[in-house]
């Protein structure tokens, strides 16, 4: 199946900072990818799909100007959390589409103090 | 008519038994049904999926029942082990789209040695 890695894996970061969080798909031509936000013991939501070479469709009530998604080639998407505030503090898990379904990343855990 | 319903919220099972999580859906526009399991800290794995042209798919001890005119789907898994304690999500998605899914809220279980 596809293998996504996706990284880093945990982040801490300074209030009112950016960071930058890859998924790269590494045996599959993804020109679809998705970004999902989970909370602690909360199921999966979708924030964001990431079309490679044209701009990402987000959900309702997602912010695009704070959660940046570029997917600049088959096999790279990164989301940059614009600003951090402590609210962003969240597991962030992205998944490629694939024949047999979805293959997610591990995971990125942010912490912003 | 978007959402997914899953229950229960948490369960416990004793080692060697069966568990049981159930999902409903509503709309009838859904195609393809996936369980997936999570550990801590992990991003979600894909266990089992079913089309709705099949009543019932077995892989190694987990099952899916398929019940079309009730819209409902449940996973099963027999001789249930403590490697099994983890959070399982149930998902809809319409294979032939945009393969956005939509998850129910996930099921923690635990299973006792």
């Known amino acids: 199946g596809a293998v996504v890695s996706q990284h880093p894996s945990w982040v801490i970061c300074k209030s009112g900072t950016s960071v930058k969080i890859e998924c790269r798909s590494l045996?599959?031509?993804?020109?679809?990818m998705f970004w999902y936000r989970q909370f602690p013991k909360q199921s999966l939501m979708l924030m964001a799909t990431?079309?490679?070479?044209?701009?990402?469709?987000?959900e309702q009530g997602v912010e695009k100007d704070k959660f940046l998604i570029n997917h600049a080639s088959l096999t790279l998407s990164t989301l940059t959390v614009t600003s951090a505030h402590p609210e962003d503090s969240s597991f962030y898990i992205c998944?490629?589409?694939?024949?047999?379904?979805?293959?997610f990343g591990s995971g990125t855990r942010l912490t912003v103090v | 008519q978007q959402q997914v319903k899953q229950s229960p919220q948490s369960l416990i099972v004793q080692k060697g038994g069966i568990s049981i999580i159930n999902c409903a859906y509503e709309?009838?526009?859904?195609?393809?049904f996936p369980w997936y399991q999570q550990f801590p800290g992990k991003g979600p794995a894909l266990l089992i999926a079913i089309r709705p042209d099949v009543s019932e798919k077995k892989e190694g001890r987990f099952t899916i029942s398929f019940n079309k005119s009730a819209k409902q789907f449940s996973l099963h898994i027999m001789d249930s082990q403590p490697g099994d304690s983890a959070t399982y999500f149930c998902a809809a998605s319409t294979i032939s789209g945009t393969y956005k899914y939509i998850f129910g809220t996930g099921t923690r279980l635990k299973v006792l040695a």
């Open positions: 045996d599959f031509q993804a020109t679809t």
């Open positions: 709309n009838t526009a859904f195609d393809y």
């Open positions: 990431s079309n490679e070479g044209s701009k990402a469709t987000y």
């Open positions: 998944s490629v589409a694939w024949q047999t379904g979805y293959t």
